[in-house]
Structure formats: C-alpha cells, structure tokens
C-alpha cells in the first residue's frame, strides 16, 4: 500500500498534467448558477426544463463502469451524483478526468439533470474543470476515529466525514443569533470593549499577559468584559450586552477552555430578580425557535426549560449535599472538611473560597433540571451587592442546568467606597499568593464615584449552553479550534 508521501507524488504530477494541458489548477472563480440544495429542491423542475446548469463540489466518491463514471460532488449545502459518459465528452476529456480527477478535489461540472433507472437524481455532465487540486488524500478510515484529539486538531477534515459535527456548529451560529434577536427585541445595544486591558477584571481568573511595543506597556488579554461595561452604565447607557471572547490562563477540563465566548449583559435599574425572570424568558424564546420544544436530551436524560425554574438559597444547598452549616464552621475545619471530600485546598484560600470549591466539586454536579443557586456568601462574588435585608448574603444567582453552571448573575455593587475596599480584600489575597483574586482598578473606582444607577449584570457561557443544547459532553466539541498541545509534544 502507497505512503502518504506516495500518494502525494502522484497527485503532484497530476496538477503538473493539468497545468501543462493548459487548464488552471486553481483557477479565480467559477459560474456556479445553482446550489445543491437548490437542485435537490427544485430537481423535477429543473430536469424538466432541460436547461444546462453549473454545480461546484468536492469529489466525495468516484465508480468506474466501461466508458462512463458516477461521482458524487458535495458543497455547503448538500451532495449529488454526476455521471460522466466518454461518448458524451470525448475521448480524450473522459481519459484526462480519470487520469488527472480525483476524491477530494473540488470541480465545477456543467450539464442537465436526469433521474437514473434507480430514481437517483444525477447531473449529465457536459463539461468540466478543476477548481482545487488536492495534493493528499482523504482519509479512508476516517468515520469512527478513535483518537478523538486528532478529529479536533484535524477539525477540516472532521467536518468533511461527519455532518453531524457540521449541524452542530450551524446550530452554534443559529443560538447565537437568536439570543441576539431577543436582546435586542428587550432594548438591549450590542457594544464592544477592549480585548487587551492594562489591568484585569471581572472575574476571578488567572490572565494571560502581553506587551505593547508602542507603548512599553504590559498588557492583559480580558478575563471578563465586565468593568468596561458598567463605565458605559456611568455614561449613561442603561440596557448594553456584549458577545465576545474571554481568556483565562487556567486548567482545561471538558468545561473549561482558555479562551471561550461569554454573554455579558447590563441592566440599569433592575435588580437580580429582573435577571432571573429575563433568563426564564430568553431561553423559552431561544428554545422554541430553535425546537420547537422546551424539553431536549443530554446524556439520555430529559431536561425540561419550562418555567419558572426552582430557585434554591446557596446555604441551604450547600448544607443538603454536605451536612455542612457555613454560618457555624470556621476556615480550618471547612479545609479539612474538603481534604475528607478529596479535595486539595491551597493554604491562600479563604473560608468561603473552600466553599466555593466544595460547592463545585460536590453539590453542582446533583443539579439535572433548570435551578437558580442564589444568595452567595458574601466574599465570593467581590463586584455583587449585599443583600440588604440579609447582609452576609450577596444578591446573586447562578443557573445550573445538568452539572453545567450556565449563568453567573448579581445585582452590581454601585457603592465606590465598598468596591474599593473589596479591591483592598482581594489585592491582599493576590500578595498573598492567590493569583486569581481580582486587582485593585482605581480607574474603574474613579468611574463609580461619578455614579452608576442600581443595575443587574448577567455571564452567561455560550460554549457551555451550546454544548449542553447540542447533547455534547466537552467544550471542545462545540468550539472549532478548541486549545490543543501540539502533537509530539
């Protein structure tokens, strides 16, 4: 059996025969006058007619029989079968197609439609050529990989052999622009803000950094859009989302990945409740334009959007899975408490922080159906308001849906003295030896002393909601290029 390198020797001479022949191996454009899909739509119509029409594909399979040949074509939007006759074309056109054509190149065949004696619908071709030569091979044994890391490192040829994989990211786009449509239909103004920020915030995460030559000056790629987005709330914008990528220098699991896309929105003169009730809306609007349904399947299990969903206090669920009261356990026992769980605690974190692990590692997974986690203790969150009638809870919701947490959502803290003492909190976590605790942004403090109105902000990962609506188990079946370490490596 011919090597790969072969393999592409031949084809290599083939591009040289076509080239020397006169042809474009690679011409500029072609006259494509109809889809696929437009064909297979319309055919009885289109054969009818006898009209010559023009298709472009790559050549997916290919059948010699005596003096003619069948092979399918295949472009964005669906596949065909072309028949080729000599007594049609020729002579020496038939021999220069088998001679020089092969699976994987893409051509542009012109002709009329015909059903074969079987009832399948075919395209006589009357003339053809080149559009893009392949120099390697498709792969023969493509369908049913068992290196799964090289279908995502090889995501072209992953989406050539499974068309599942395909839908799966036009259903990606069609969430997307979904969700887009109902933001706007609620007043909300699509915005941008920068990706590269000289200080970091939004979240608790671990940045990558970088360096601007003109400016001698460090920079971040933004962990959150968050801090950009509420400076427009102080200039007056009052509904104001963004879609964009995020990037955070931390581990990967099937959850988590180092650069992903987030929802952020902000809501000026609503509070977390208004978020919980938007949240129910947008994926029933979301959910039924896209299925029809409110209920999908993930791992074989039904999970149902229909609302509202149960909302649950972060202590009292917290306590259910791990008998645990947070208002009566200092930080020592609760690190050992983790250590009981299995879970490694480093020395930096604080009490709540060990929550917040033991929380994730323990109490997230046993959510199935739609629920709201709300009212965090105070110290997770460092940019969400107090409860005021329960001030060492915060007025915040996450929404878990099948082990996923889909939403992180809070009514901002407006006070600047408060959010800079916060800052103070967490800058000494980070000295510390936390390095994703938040840093101090006097600019963002700056800004909040001109006033920002009461508002609700809203994270949402659209990796995680497409993976979960898609009935994927990792992130990196629903991101294209997800991160990878190189091969060999």
């Not at 490694?344 to 986690?373: G, H, M, N």
């Not at 938040?438 to 949402?460: K, S, T, V």
Request: some cysteine; proline content about 4%.
């Amino acid at each position: 059996m011919a090597t790969i390198d072969e393999l592409r020797k031949i084809r290599l001479k083939k591009l040289e025969a076509i080239q020397k022949a006169g042809f474009l191996a690679y011409p500029e454009k072609t006259k494509r006058t109809h889809t696929i899909s437009q064909v297979l739509k319309d055919f009885n119509k289109l054969a009818q007619s006898k009209k010559e029409i023009t298709l472009v594909g790559r050549i997916k399979s290919q059948r010699e029989h005596g003096g003619s040949t069948f092979f399918d074509i295949e472009d964005g939007t669906g596949k065909i079968q072309a028949y080729l006759r000599q007594n049609k074309i020729g002579e020496s056109g038939y021999k220069f197609f088998l001679n020089n054509f092969d699976i994987g190149d893409f051509v542009e065949v012109r002709g009329i439609l015909f059903k074969t004696k079987k009832g399948e619908k075919t395209i006589e071709v009357k003339d053809y050529k080149m559009l893009a030569k392949s120099l390697l091979p498709l792969p023969e044994k493509w369908h049913g990989l068992k290196d799964i890391e090289e279908r995502f490192r090889k995501r072209y040829l992953d989406l050539i052999f499974n068309p599942e994989v395909k839908k799966k990211f036009e259903l990606r786009s069609k969430i997307i622009k979904e969700i887009r449509e109902f933001l706007a239909k609620e007043g909300f103004l699509e915005v941008e803000t920068p990706i590269l920020q000289p200080i970091y915030g939004g979240a608790k995460a671990k940045p990558f950094k970088t360096y601007l030559n003109a400016l001698n000056l460090d920079l971040y790629l933004r962990i959150a859009p968050e801090l950009y987005l509420k400076r427009l709330l102080v200039g007056g914008f009052e509904k104001i989302y963004e879609i964009g990528r995020c990037f955070r220098n931390e581990g990967m699991d099937r959850t988590h990945n180092p650069d992903f896309t987030m929802l952020e929105f902000y809501w000026a003169y609503a509070d977390y409740k208004d978020l919980m009730k938007l949240a129910e809306t947008m994926f029933e609007n979301v959910l039924k334009k896209i299925f029809g349904t409110l209920k999908i399947k993930y791992k074989g299990k039904e999970v149902n959007f229909k609302t509202p969903w149960q909302r649950i206090e972060f202590s009292t669920f917290f306590k259910k899975y791990t008998g645990i009261n947070l208002d009566e356990i200092n930080r020592e026992t609760l690190a050992k408490k983790a250590k009981e769980f299995g879970i490694s605690i480093k020395e930096e974190l604080d009490k709540v922080a060990i929550a917040d692990e033991i929380y994730k590692k323990i109490c997230r997974p046993k959510i199935w159906q739609p629920t709201f986690i709300i009212h965090a203790p105070l110290g997770l969150f460092p940019l969400a308001k107090k409860l005021s009638d329960n001030p060492p809870r915060l007025a915040t919701l996450q929404l878990m849906v099948a082990g996923w947490e889909l939403i992180n959502a809070f009514s901002e803290l407006n006070d600047p003295i408060e959010q800079e003492k916060r800052f103070k909190e967490q800058e000494k976590s980070f000295k510390a030896g936390l390095e994703e605790a938040q840093r101090m942004d006097e600019d963002f403090i700056e800004a909040l002393e001109y006033g920002m109105p009461p508002a609700a902000g809203f994270g949402m990962g659209i990796d995680r909601l497409v993976a979960l609506l898609t009935n994927s188990h990792s992130l990196r079946e629903v991101i294209l290029f997800p991160t990878m370490k190189p091969k060999g490596s």
